[in-house]
């Protein structure tokens, strides 16, 4: 399971005993007996996307009552990854072949966290190191996946049940939406753009000064393929690595004089941290005015990441607070609200200076819903869908426009 997934669970589950676990649901009552999930379920697959290229889809990730990598087939049967190289080598061709333009297929997904990824028109090139799989990482020019157009979602499906949501963590890319039913019929789904907020979301990251541009790839023709997420648009030079400075000083002036108070639990309001800068650093205290824990000023690496300066440990301190800054950064509400976290999306992104990447993709979501960055689902703005008794599970490729 990657960091993202991880995080995202930790944060969008928080409600939830940890996914990764298989424990039960930590809000009211362990799910009933009759509930119990079975060892794969349904995910209907539909092109809507309108394009003729084929399509290949893949289920890859951790089988969790083993722990071991790999991918499932069609029909939901697990295979271990083999022993990988140095230099890495190919791994077995996962692909399942997708539905064509305007048609859907059924495949099954086991117990597993991991990754539904689907490509157009090629196979994806995966490869297998020492220390397992070798993701796509288009951030690379090098990366032999650089000029395919795909995209992925991620889920988690254990005795608890299903969480799947589509993602935008690393880049911003073919479009889908991800759905469940649920055992009385009814569905939910999220992830739908608003008409024509494809095309919207690259022209608002061209029309936006500061590099922001400089985030899009494109195919050698000048086929628009995505936009890199900022953070690795930093880490590529794309994007400088000064884009937060004057947000996160004017954070720190404000709360050198102020009081700044996280409040990270929802089902726990008692629960309150406070924060003051001294010294260049901002201290949080707990009730007693004891120091909990301390952040140096982060830079756009670490608010974008949502790591390094920002770390966020799987505990009950530190964590929290962490991820609260980490959304009051990206959505530049930290000067506007010292409550946080801050549940009001009308005023995200507001400041000349925030994410522009997470507030052109969020502007143009038919439910605004999406998962922008790593703790987007701070303040419960993520593209997640979530069924502790699930009878199938959605994801429909959308179009282009």
């Not at 993602?167 to 073919?174: G, I, K, L, Y």
């Not at 936006?208 to 880490?235: E, K, M």
Request: proline letters at 8%; a neutral charge.
């Amino acid at each position: 399971m990657t960091r993202r997934i991880r995080k995202r669970i930790t944060a969008a589950a928080a409600a939830f005993a940890t996914a990764l676990t298989g424990a039960l649901l930590a809000v009211g009552a362990p799910a009933p007996a009759q509930a119990a999930v079975p060892a794969t379920i349904p995910l209907k697959i539909t092109n809507n996307s309108g394009r003729s290229e084929p399509v290949y889809v893949y289920n890859l990730g951790t089988e969790l009552s083993t722990g071991r990598q790999g991918w499932a087939d069609a029909n939901g049967t697990f295979h271990p990854w083999p022993a990988g190289g140095n230099p890495p080598v190919p791994a077995p061709d996962a692909a399942i072949p997708g539905p064509a333009a305007g048609r859907s297929l059924t495949i099954r997904i086991p117990k597993f966290s991991g990754r539904i990824y689907f490509s157009y028109g090629q196979k994806l090139v995966f490869k297998l190191a020492t220390g397992g799989l070798v993701q796509p990482a288009v951030q690379n020019p090098s990366d032999p996946n650089r000029n395919i157009l795909f995209n992925w979602s991620e889920y988690t499906l254990n005795d608890a049940g299903l969480w799947l949501n589509s993602t935008q963590v690393d880049m911003f890319s073919a479009p889908y939406a991800v759905g469940v039913q649920r055992a009385d019929g009814s569905t939910s789904s999220t992830g739908h753009l608003e008409p024509g907020g494809y095309n919207g979301v690259f022209a608002a990251l061209r029309g936006q000064s500061g590099g922001w541009a400089n985030l899009i790839q494109t195919r050698p023709d000048g086929t628009v393929l995505r936009a890199l997420s900022p953070g690795h648009g930093v880490g590529t030079g794309a994007l400088p690595a000064s884009v937060m400075d004057d947000y996160v000083n004017r954070v720190w002036q404000k709360y050198a004089t102020s009081t700044l108070t996280v409040t990270p639990f929802a089902d726990r309001p008692g629960v309150k941290y406070y924060g003051r800068v001294s010294g260049g650093v901002m201290n949080f205290t707990d009730g007693s005015g004891a120091v909990v824990t301390s952040f140096q000023k982060p830079d756009a690496d670490s608010i974008f990441g949502c790591h390094k300066l920002l770390d966020a440990p799987n505990d009950q301190v530190r964590g929290p607070i962490s991820r609260t800054l980490c959304a009051g950064f990206n959505r530049s509400t930290l000067l506007t609200n010292p409550n946080q976290p801050d549940s009001t999306p009308a005023g995200f992104y507001r400041d000349p200076v925030t994410n522009h990447y997470a507030r052109a993709i969020h502007e143009r979501m038919a439910d605004g819903k999406a998962y922008a960055f790593a703790f987007d689902d701070v303040g419960q703005q993520e593209s997640l869908v979530h069924d502790g008794n699930p009878l199938q599970a959605h994801l429909t490729l959308d179009p282009l426009d």
